[in-house]
């Protein structure tokens, strides 16, 4: 997967739990960061969340997976792609990645539906963010 490069960190020691590897809050953490990212990058920017537009994209289903321990120290990104793009519904594949060797270290696929933020209701993708999220979609 080569997507787009929504997050960049080095895990701090207080990222990590006492078994001593990070904390499964922080693998999510970097995945709400990385959906900001993404969606800012289609054009629903935080100040169009706040006063424009008020459309922010909400996580109704993720599945995950860990596949490798992340120490303190250790310079982590993720890539992030999109899988499908409907109606009001948007699927996101985030990637954790190790820098030093591109190793995959967890995985998830979100569903996020498009959220109205006045009405908290879901709303339909206007075609300048669906037309912008092609650019990564998935070539599967």
Same mark, same amino acid.
Request: with cysteine.
């Given at each position: 997967?080569?997507?787009?490069?929504?997050?960049?960190?080095?895990?701090?020691?207080?990222?990590?739990?006492?078994?001593?590897?990070?904390?499964?809050?922080?693998? @999510?953490? +970097?995945?709400?960061? %990385?959906?900001? #990212?993404?969606?800012?990058?289609?054009?629903? $920017? !935080?100040?169009?969340?706040? &006063?424009?537009?008020?459309?922010?994209?909400?996580?109704?289903?993720?599945?995950?997976? @860990?596949? +490798?321990?992340?120490? %303190?120290?250790? #310079?982590?990104?993720?890539?992030?792609?999109? $899988? !499908?793009?409907?109606?009001? &519904?948007?699927?996101?594949?985030?990637?954790?990645?190790?820098?030093?060797?591109?190793?995959?270290?967890?995985?998830?696929?979100?569903?996020?539906?498009?959220?109205?933020?006045?009405?908290?209701? !879901?709303?339909?993708?206007?075609?300048?963010?669906?037309?912008?999220?092609?650019?990564?979609?998935?070539?599967?």
């Amino acid at each position: 997967m080569t997507g787009f490069l929504a997050f960049k960190s080095v895990v701090d020691p207080s990222d990590c739990d006492f078994l001593g590897h990070m904390n499964v809050s922080k693998y @999510f953490s +970097a995945c709400s960061d %990385a959906v900001f #990212a993404l969606q800012a990058a289609m054009g629903l $920017t !935080a100040e169009d969340m706040r &006063s424009g537009r008020r459309l922010s994209f909400a996580v109704v289903h993720a599945e995950s997976d @860990f596949l +490798a321990e992340v120490s %303190a120290g250790e #310079a982590i990104h993720m890539e992030s792609e999109v $899988t !499908a793009i409907g109606e009001k &519904s948007m699927t996101f594949r985030h990637a954790l990645k190790r820098s030093f060797d591109d190793k995959i270290v967890f995985c998830t696929v979100f569903k996020c539906v498009l959220l109205d933020l006045t009405a908290r209701r !879901a709303a339909v993708i206007p075609k300048d963010i669906v037309n912008s999220a092609k650019a990564w979609l998935a070539k599967e």
